[in-house]
C-alpha cells in the first residue's frame, strides 16, 4: 500500500524558516517525481515544487522560488521541503504527491504550516 | 504561464443528473491534463488522467474528453457520493503545474 506521511508542520513567525518532510514506503520512491502541493484554508491546490527521480531537477511555482528548497533522500525513501523567508501567504496544508507522468496519483494527507506572530 | 479556468464555480445537481465541468487553458496543454475530486477534510483524488483515462477504481460514470485548450469533465448518473468540489489541473511540463480554481457541485 503507498503511504505519503508529512511532518515539520507548525507554527513559524513571519520571516521564519520549517523544513517539511515526508516519508514515503509502498512504491519504487526513486522512480517517481515528488512534488509538494498546498492548499490554503478554505481555497483551491496551489502546486509549490516538483523533483525528478534522481533528484536532478526541481522547479518551482513563482511564489516560492528563491525561499523554498525541494529535496529527495532515496536511500531513506524521503522528501523535504526546506521553507525559508515564510509569510502570512504561506499559511496552508502542504501535501507531499507521487507525481506518474504529471498527474499526481497519490497523496499524503497534509502537515499545517501557520505563519502568524 | 498557463493559466487555467474552470467554469461553472458552483453547480447545483440531484442525483441521478448528468454533470457536465469545463475547464480551459490560455494555451494548447496537448491532452495533458488531469481531474480530482475533493471532500472537506481529505486530499484529493485522481479521477482522469491525460484528459479521458480513467484511474484506476474510479467508477466508470466518471469520464473526460477533450484536448488543446479545452476539458471536460462529465458524470453520467451523479450519485450521493459525487457530492464534492471538482479541479483541473495541467501539467504541459513538469516546470509548471496549475490547477483550475475548481467545481463545487452541490445539493439542489
Known amino acids: 500500500e503507498v503511504q505519503l506521511v508529512e511532518s515539520g508542520g507548525g507554527l513559524a513567525q513571519p520571516g521564519g524558516s520549517l523544513r517539511l518532510s515526508c516519508a514515503a514506503s509502498?512504491?519504487?520512491?526513486?522512480?517517481?517525481?515528488m512534488s509538494w502541493v498546498r492548499q490554503a484554508p478554505g481555497k483551491g491546490p496551489e502546486w509549490v515544487a516538483n523533483?525528478?527521480?534522481?533528484?536532478?531537477?526541481?522547479y518551482y511555482a513563482d511564489s516560492v522560488k528563491g525561499r523554498f528548497t525541494i529535496s529527495r533522500d532515496n536511500g531513506k525513501n524521503s522528501l523535504f521541503l526546506q521553507m525559508n523567508y515564510l509569510g502570512a501567504d504561506d499559511t496552508a496544508v502542504y501535501s507531499c504527491?507521487?507525481?506518474?507522468?504529471?498527474?499526481?496519483?497519490?497523496w499524503g494527507q497534509g502537515t499545517l504550516v501557520t505563519v502568524s506572530s | 504561464d498557463i493559466q487555467m479556468t474552470q467554469s461553472p464555480s458552483t453547480l447545483s445537481a440531484s442525483v441521478g443528473d448528468r454533470v457536465t465541468i469545463t475547464c480551459r487553458a490560455s494555451q494548447s496543454i496537448n491532452s495533458w491534463l488531469a481531474w480530482y475530486q475533493q471532500k472537506p477534510g481529505k486530499a484529493p483524488k485522481l479521477l482522469i488522467y491525460?484528459?479521458?483515462n480513467l484511474e484506476s477504481g474510479v467508477p466508470s460514470r466518471f469520464t473526460g474528453s477533450g484536448s488543446g485548450t479545452e476539458f471536460i469533465l462529465t458524470i453520467s448518473c451523479l450519485q450521493p457520493d459525487d457530492f464534492a468540489t471538482y479541479y483541473c489541473?495541467?501539467?504541459?511540463?513538469?516546470?509548471?503545474?496549475?490547477f483550475g480554481p475548481g467545481t463545487k457541485v452541490d445539493f439542489k
Open positions: 489541473q495541467q501539467y504541459n511540463s513538469y516546470s509548471l503545474f496549475t
Open positions: 491525460k484528459a479521458s
Open positions: 523533483i525528478k527521480p534522481d533528484g536532478s531537477e526541481k
Open positions: 509502498g512504491f519504487t520512491f526513486s522512480n517517481y517525481w
Open positions: 504527491v507521487r507525481s506518474k507522468l504529471g498527474d499526481l496519483d497519490f
